[in-house]
């Protein structure tokens, strides 16, 4: 079984990252926290977490951020979850972003998990603050994948 390289690309995934914790805010999203992970694994650059209170609220923070960076022509690799509403994961390649319902991320943990990840300050006034614009994100090509 072959591996993918990622090349990270720093300032435009801390942009995505930002523009999902943005995004996840806007639909009163709970306990946002970005976590820089680049150094830690080749999965991905940023891991976005969040929470909301029931499933509902789970699939509409989803939306949104899908919605949203989709308006920038940003598009997810794979979207996992969405039919339960407990944990969605939005995989956009170099962030990841996991909306749990409060009871799911306790359950969890993946705060503990990734508690070596430098965590990203965000932004005072989110709501507000003007975010880098974004790269569209390109599907990674079947020789990459075999790579390695």
């Given at each position: ?24 805010l ?6 946002v ?37 989709s308006?920038?022509?940003?598009f ?16 956009y ?19 503990k ?36």
């Amino acid at each position: 079984m072959g591996c993918i390289r990622r090349v990270p690309i720093v300032p435009a995934s801390k942009a995505r990252a930002l523009a999902i914790a943005k995004a996840s805010l806007e639909k009163k999203a709970d306990d946002v926290l970005v976590l820089s992970v680049a150094k830690l694994t080749s999965v991905a650059d940023y891991l976005v977490l969040c929470s909301a209170e029931t499933d509902r609220q789970v699939r509409a923070i989803a939306a949104h951020v899908d919605s949203t960076l989709s308006v920038k022509r940003v598009f997810p690799l794979s979207t996992e979850g969405a039919s339960t509403g407990q944990w969605i994961l939005i995989d956009y390649g170099d962030v990841v972003a996991h909306i749990f319902r409060t009871d799911t991320r306790r359950h969890y943990a993946l705060d503990k998990l990734w508690s070596d990840a430098r965590r990203v300050r965000l932004p005072d006034d989110m709501s507000s603050a003007p975010l880098a614009p974004l790269r569209p994100v390109r599907k990674r090509s079947t020789r990459a994948r075999q790579h390695g």
